[in-house]
């Protein structure tokens, strides 16, 4: 990925054949979104994007397209907002494709397969069989991008927060998910991870666990997902970072004691924001275990980084 970049407003803008990390940002409130070049290693502005885009910004995995949730349509009313779609946009050509959002309940994170065929998206309706004040379920939809038919995988009782994501595995045969849960004797909402196969299946779960945030940065490999684990010692809770083989539940420790956790892990290293009580904190990349950190990212103190997301292959000529 090279480095470090720094990050001191807006880049200028410019066409991008394929990104290795695309960046939403704001400056002194003007949002934008930047994409790393994998062929000239500097950040150029994304032009022609909605006006409104969520803070979450996803790349393919080849890294020649975003997708976004923005308002998009005409609203069923004139008092009433734009309803949400979902855009593919092509970083090389500028061309859209739009899909409809919102369809099972808000789409709170979304991501494309590895072979751009399905679009992930994890989102909250409301339980038709339930009619208590807890309803909600976390699901997983999916919209076939040629067709644009849209089916529910799977689907929990359950919410989100500002941790939940949802992640394709390499090769497109998991999709591992993180959301809330209420836990009825701490009286309180937990995330919780679940890994789904394509058949609806649930390989993997476990409550107090999260995912890197980064659509394309949370598994090391086809069945080995990264996941922070937490645990109450002592009346603190305690985490632990590990990788986790999802198709025999086996855990292999990373980091023990975890105070940071990771935004993405890339090329078997991590990239994590530093812990330096800063509100502009410099990125960094280190081993699985924390160590040998090198700088990534500076960042300007007027610049606020919104959503972050790598691409796999960006650097593959096929």
Same mark, same amino acid.
């Given at each position: 990925?090279?480095?470090?970049?720094?990050?001191?407003?807006?880049?200028?803008?410019?066409?991008?054949?394929?990104?290795?990390?695309?960046?939403?940002?704001?400056?002194?409130?003007?949002?934008?979104?930047?994409?790393?070049?994998?062929?000239?290693?500097? *950040?150029?502005? @994304?032009?022609?994007?909605?006006? $409104?885009?969520?803070?979450? @910004?996803?790349?393919?995995?080849?890294?020649?397209?975003?997708?976004?949730?923005?308002?998009?349509?005409?609203?069923? %009313?004139?008092?009433?907002?734009?309803?949400?779609?979902?855009?593919?946009?092509?970083?090389?050509?500028?061309?859209?494709?739009? #899909?409809?959002?919102?369809?099972?309940?808000?789409?709170?994170?979304?991501?494309?397969?590895?072979?751009?065929?399905?679009?992930?998206?994890?989102?909250?309706?409301?339980?038709?069989?339930?009619?208590?004040?807890?309803?909600?379920?976390?699901?997983?939809?999916?919209?076939?991008?040629?067709?644009?038919?849209?089916?529910?995988?799977?689907?929990?009782?359950?919410?989100?927060?500002?941790?939940?994501?949802?992640?394709?595995?390499?090769?497109?045969?998991?999709?591992?998910?993180? #959301?809330?849960?209420?836990?009825?004797?701490?009286?309180?909402?937990?995330?919780?991870?679940?890994?789904?196969?394509?058949?609806?299946?649930?390989?993997?779960?476990?409550?107090?666990?999260?995912?890197? %945030?980064?659509?394309?940065?949370?598994?090391?490999?086809?069945?080995?997902?990264?996941?922070?684990?937490?645990?109450?010692?002592?009346? $603190?809770? #305690?985490?632990?970072?590990?990788?986790?083989?999802?198709?025999?539940?086996?855990? %292999?420790?990373?980091?023990?004691?975890?105070?940071? *956790?990771?935004?993405?892990? %890339?090329?078997?290293? *991590?990239?994590?924001?530093?812990?330096?009580?800063?509100?502009?904190?410099?990125?960094?990349?280190?081993?699985?275990?924390?160590?040998?950190? $090198?700088?990534?990212?500076? @960042?300007?103190?007027?610049?606020?980084?919104?959503? *972050?997301?790598?691409?796999?292959?960006?650097?593959?000529?096929?």
């Amino acid at each position: 990925m090279g480095g470090p970049y720094h990050l001191t407003g807006v880049a200028a803008a410019g066409s991008v054949a394929r990104a290795a990390a695309a960046i939403r940002l704001a400056v002194e409130g003007v949002p934008a979104v930047l994409a790393l070049d994998a062929g000239r290693h500097e *950040f150029v502005r @994304v032009p022609g994007l909605p006006a $409104e885009i969520a803070n979450q @910004v996803m790349l393919s995995g080849d890294g020649r397209r975003l997708l976004l949730i923005a308002p998009h349509g005409t609203p069923r %009313h004139p008092i009433l907002p734009k309803p949400t779609g979902l855009c593919v946009h092509d970083l090389a050509t500028g061309r859209q494709r739009w #899909y409809p959002g919102d369809v099972d309940g808000r789409d709170v994170a979304v991501a494309l397969s590895p072979d751009g065929a399905l679009i992930a998206s994890l989102c909250t309706p409301w339980d038709p069989d339930d009619d208590s004040d807890d309803s909600g379920l976390a699901a997983i939809g999916l919209t076939d991008t040629v067709t644009g038919q849209r089916r529910r995988l799977w689907a929990t009782r359950g919410g989100h927060s500002a941790q939940s994501t949802i992640s394709w595995s390499p090769t497109g045969r998991y999709i591992a998910v993180t #959301y809330l849960v209420y836990v009825a004797d701490r009286d309180d909402v937990y995330c919780q991870t679940s890994v789904v196969d394509l058949g609806g299946s649930v390989l993997w779960q476990r409550l107090d666990a999260e995912i890197p %945030h980064a659509s394309n940065g949370a598994w090391l490999d086809e069945h080995r997902l990264v996941a922070g684990l937490d645990d109450i010692v002592d009346d $603190e809770m #305690y985490r632990r970072l590990v990788a986790v083989d999802v198709t025999t539940g086996q855990q %292999h420790l990373l980091v023990d004691g975890a105070r940071v *956790f990771p935004e993405a892990v %890339h090329d078997s290293r *991590f990239i994590i924001r530093e812990n330096t009580g800063r509100s502009d904190p410099p990125w960094v990349t280190t081993n699985l275990d924390y160590s040998r950190p $090198e700088p990534l990212l500076m @960042v300007d103190r007027r610049v606020t980084i919104c959503g *972050f997301d790598i691409a796999r292959r960006a650097n593959s000529t096929h």
